[in-house]
């Protein structure tokens, strides 16, 4: 059905429930998963940078991890690590699902910190209105409040 599936991943929990569904669009067929992890930096002054997470490096060795095990299975499986400014996440997974002709993009609907969302808004979200590919957004199962 499709030629490449995108998964894109921050390593947080939420991706890592979307993470089924994008192997079950590739399972049985010669599709691609491209698994695509943004490292988002905040800049400092004098070209100095950090990244937006302390743990991205274990977060990237996660990933890495992830993505030996889907080869392992037999799946046609690739990594793409790209940056971004903070809050730059969706477009930089958009050009990359673009630039790979992806049939659509798997995320999770929460990002590492409920606080990521409120301050540079859902990545899902803007994923949805940049509208590159189709987006399958995984709902993390979390309760919902009747306030």
Known sequence: MFD??????????SADLALPYAKQLVSGNDTRLLVVHCEEI????SQSSVPVHANEENLRTKIERQVRGLVD????????TVSASAGGAA???????????????V?????????DELMLGSVTQQLLHLGVAPVLAIPDGGAVSSA
Request: charged fraction near 15%.
């Open 42 to 45: 905040l800049a400092g002054g």
């Open 4 to 13: 490449t599936v995108v998964w894109a991943t921050d390593g947080s929990r």
């Open 73 to 80: 299975e037999g799946m046609n499986a690739a990594l793409a």
């Open 107 to 115: 995320v999770g609907t929460r990002g590492l910190t409920a606080d």
């Open 91 to 105: 477009q930089a997974i958009a050009e990359v699902a673009g630039k790979e002709h992806a049939g659509v993009i």
